[in-house]
């Protein structure tokens, strides 16, 4: 049996109610009392670093609170890296610039979008119809969407559920929110494979300039200097919906640092 996907079965039904010590919330420990952690800050980082910090939405480096796990040696967690308010720039382009082709949605296995494939526009006040975003349905013209998006595997099917839910009838689709309530996972860079789990060097697209500052600027001050991002999944969550337990062994150079962050 798969002990760790027990395990995070019984996580996911447990409706918040765990054992002392069985989770840790990063943002509510106290690191004076805490033995099992390192605690430690960044060093203070030079005033143009500080000038980028600030530009994408980041606190200053040494302004970081930095925690390690004595059991997890390698995991590193920053529950404070931005700054108030600076995560608006980020939300609004997993929103508004990522989905956009030429990346990669799991939307593209089942519909054809239109243009650029913009779901949510740039101006909130003037949302399409779900007819105006979309070009067709029709399986016959599905032979340019890529294969690699042809299914979710079923392991992370709380985020990322079957895209085949979202509906075969443009008229069944008159609000535009309902296509954006089916957009689960969208691939940046490299797009994963999802069906075979891995990447092919064919299947790319640019990876995204802000994006690429953002994650050298975060590694290079947790000692990654010379790190170069090739390849992201932006996932997209709704309420109540959770990532079910897995681990990442899909990239070809294990020794390279991932990098997660959250925005909410």
Not at 5 to 27: C, L, P, T, Y
Not at 94 to 115: I, M, Q, S
Request: hydrophobic fraction near 35%; aromatic fraction near 10%; glycine fraction near 6%.
């Amino acid at each position: 049996d798969d002990l760790f996907k027990e395990e995070f079965k019984r996580f996911r039904n447990s409706r918040g109610e765990f054992a002392a010590g069985e989770v840790i919330d990063f943002e509510n420990v106290e690191p004076s009392g805490a033995s099992q952690f390192g605690v430690s800050n960044m060093p203070t980082p030079p005033l143009s670093a500080c000038k980028t910090a600030q530009r994408l939405g980041l606190l200053p480096a040494d302004k970081w609170i930095v925690f390690s796990l004595a059991t997890a040696p390698g995991l590193y967690v920053i529950p404070n890296p931005f700054r108030a308010g600076g995560q608006h720039h980020w939300v609004k382009q997993c929103l508004v610039t990522y989905p956009c082709k030429p990346n990669v949605c799991n939307l593209d296995a089942h519909v054809v979008r239109a243009g650029d494939g913009r779901l949510w526009p740039r101006d909130l006040n003037n949302l399409p119809s779900a007819a105006e975003v979309l070009v067709s349905r029709d399986p016959k013209d599905m032979s340019e969407v890529s294969k690699n998006v042809s299914e979710v595997p079923k392991d992370v099917s709380d985020v990322s559920k079957d895209a085949s839910e979202v509906s075969k009838d443009v008229s069944k689709m008159p609000n535009h929110s309902d296509l954006l309530h089916k957009l689960h996972w969208v691939t940046l860079g490299y797009h994963y494979d999802w069906t075979a789990k891995v990447y092919h060097k064919e299947h790319r697209s640019p990876f995204p300039e802000d994006m690429a500052e953002l994650s050298t600027f975060i590694l290079g001050a947790a000692g990654f200097p010379n790190f170069v991002p090739e390849a992201a999944i932006v996932n997209y969550y709704n309420l109540g919906s959770t990532l079910s337990g897995h681990t990442d062994h899909s990239e070809e150079d294990l020794s390279c640092p991932l990098l997660s962050i959250r925005w909410e």
